[in-house]
């Protein structure tokens, strides 16, 4: 069984392989469930023209958005531009490729490439931009279009809890995209907040089976708020 631990002890070897012109899938939502540290380590090895598949790129000095303000990216594809500033800018400039992408379809294209279907019909976006010079399909008297799958030759995903196995809990909302994103990537990096042994997980409560995991790093996270909202106070 020592052959399946998939712990690394460091960040160097967690993105070992890692190369400039890649495609890398970045979980979270916002800043919600990000791999803090994985981002980082993008950052430190100046990876370059990468395409980058996300929600969005949260905030200009934070996570995704330290890569952009590197000129790491070059091809993005999200649903929204969301709190950062520099993609907006980057998009309008033309200096970075932006495919806008209908929030249900991005996660339903990440699910598909995951589980091996390379395409599928949607209504949504039919008659819109999106659906330009793709295929489209009158199916039971209604539109469809013809969306691709996607895939990555790095997933990057963040979760509470896995074992050494690989096998992997999300907590909350910080599950997001991760889950769709660890079964769509060539080579899945998970980065935890706690590593047990292999058994100590409930078998039912697992999300990600380790089947899909390649790599665990135990994570260190500030877990910033995006967008800080507080109640005002009646007295």
Same mark, same amino acid.
């Given at each position: 069984m020592a052959g399946l631990n998939k712990v690394v002890h460091s960040y160097s070897e967690a993105l070992s392989g890692l190369e400039n012109h890649m495609t890398v899938m970045v979980g979270g939502f916002g800043l919600c469930g990000i791999p803090e540290g994985l981002i980082s380590e993008m950052v430190r090895r100046q990876v370059t023209g990468l395409t980058?598949?996300? !929600? !969005? %790129?949260?905030?200009?000095?934070? *996570? $995704?958005?330290?890569? $952009?303000?590197g000129h790491q990216i070059t091809t993005m594809i999200a649903s929204y531009v969301g709190e950062n500033a520099l993609f907006e800018q980057q998009m309008l400039s033309g200096e970075l490729n932006v495919i806008l992408t209908p929030q249900g379809s $991005? %996660?339903?294209? &990440?699910?598909? *490439?995951?589980?091996? &279907?390379?395409?599928?019909? #949607? %209504?949504?976006?039919?008659? #819109? =931009? /999106?659906?330009?010079?793709?295929?489209t399909r009158e199916i039971g008297g209604r539109h469809y279009v013809l969306e691709p799958a996607l895939t990555a030759d790095f997933a990057l995903v963040r979760a509470w809890k896995a074992d050494t196995m690989g096998n992997l809990i999300y907590r909350h909302t910080a599950a997001n995209f991760n =889950?769709?994103?660890? #079964?769509?990537?060539? &080579?899945? /990096?998970?980065? /935890?907040?706690? &590593? /047990?042994?292999a058994g100590a997980l409930d078998p039912d409560h697992i999300h990600t089976p380790g089947i899909y995991v390649e790599r665990v790093i135990q994570g260190s996270f500030e877990k910033r708020i995006e967008k800080r909202t507080v109640k005002s106070s009646h007295v």
């Open positions: 980058a598949i996300s !929600n !969005n %790129a949260g905030v200009d000095d934070f *996570g $995704l958005g330290l890569l $952009l303000r $991005l %996660a339903e294209k &990440i699910r598909a *490439g995951g589980a091996g &279907i390379p395409a599928f019909f #949607t %209504a949504t976006g039919y008659g #819109t =931009p /999106v659906a330009e010079g793709k295929e =889950p769709v994103m660890a #079964t769509a990537g060539r &080579i899945t /990096v998970a980065e /935890v907040e706690e &590593i /047990v042994e």
